[in-house]
């Protein structure tokens, strides 16, 4: 079918991407779930003009030619999500990620000296808030319980202050640790990863199924993150983009005939 370059073509895009990432010269065979991308700008290579300007009696200044070159810079994305897989949310932290993994205890008696209006660490965190109780050493059966309403708990980090005189000194706390299971960010880090990203996608104003690949975009976090921004976070990643020795260019957008149901 010969291509047809006289049809009007709209831009109105809803994408679904999918990613894998290189592990060295080896393009991914595997791919995690779609990403919610707010933003997917890609930017072109920046190009600089070259020109041959008139020196001749007549036209001095005009330009004779005009040519745009390339600079070596090469085209680049920039991406916005608020919705992802682990590794891709750790990334956007600059983080590595390891599994949280804790097992439910019981502890009794555990020692702890607690400040007036001061927060002051118990041995441990994930605490489940109902089973803790305060109390002076008394000895053996000689414990007297301390209200709940002279302290304060951060049961999460495992942390106590005391708000009332009668909480404040040596004292003995019991509990219970939930079992928690999580990951772990470490953040704040250099970071990046090769990225190859194949989606879906759909114009929105003809109805036509589409196909987006970005063959190896080398990303690292892109901007700030605003843990108390009080809305969904905006994760950002941004990056070069690298054409493969098999590929004839960093990113393809493919428009087909066929129409969504």
Known sequence: MALDLTTRRFLFLDVAMKYGVWSGDTRPTSFYDAVNFTKLEFEPPKQKIARVSSRMDGSVGQALAVVNRPTGEPATVAAEFDAAPVNFIALALGATVSELDVDAKTVTDTAVTTVLGLWVPLP???????????????????????AAT????????????????????????????????????????????????????????????????????????????????????????????????????????????????
């Open 124 to 146: 441990d965190q994930w605490i489940t808030a109902a089973s803790f109780t305060l109390e002076t050493d008394g000895g053996v059966g000689d414990d007297v319980l301390i």
């Open 150 to 261: 002279k302290y304060e708990l951060d049961a999460v980090n495992g942390l106590i202050k005391a708000t009332d005189a009668a909480a404040v000194g040596s004292k003995i706390a019991s509990y219970t640790v939930a079992a928690t299971a999580g990951e772990v960010y470490a953040a704040g880090k250099a970071l990046s990863a090769d990225i190859y990203l194949v989606g879906t996608g759909t114009e929105q104003a003809s109805k036509r199924r589409c196909r987006i690949i970005v063959e190896r975009a080398a990303l690292a976090a892109g901007g700030k993150i605003d843990l108390a921004k009080g809305e969904a976070i905006a994760g950002s990643l941004a990056g070069e983009l690298a054409t493969p020795s098999d590929r004839t260019a960093p990113w393809t957008y493919t428009y087909s005939d066929l129409v969504t149901a």
